[in-house]
């Protein structure tokens, strides 16, 4: 995700989330469905640009790693670096 590091925005967005799809919901999906919904709110993929060796990002922004299942788990981040 990417957007500004504030405190209270950060928890906005967790009760967005938890009010778009709340864990107790009515799902179809057996096990942990609002997970996967939450997880499609986010694209899975950032394009940034790199100005000198530094990724260039606009004044507030931060970038975020959000993790929308039940519990925390080991992911693999793939950095793809194209030139000019």
């Not at 009515?26 to 530094?54: K, M, T, W």
């Not at 790693?65 to 670096?81: A, C, G, K, S």
Request: hydrophobic letters at 40%.
């Amino acid at each position: 995700m990417l957007t500004e590091n504030d405190p209270a925005l950060l928890k906005d967005v967790e009760n967005l989330l938890r009010e778009l799809s709340p864990k107790n919901g009515s799902y179809n999906h057996p096990s942990n469905a609002h997970a996967h919904l939450r997880s499609v709110l986010f694209p899975p993929d950032r394009l940034l640009p790199v100005i000198n060796r530094q990724i260039e990002l606009g004044t507030w922004q931060s970038l975020f790693f959000v993790e929308t299942d039940v519990y925390p788990r080991r992911r693999t981040v793939i950095v793809q670096i194209m030139g000019e």
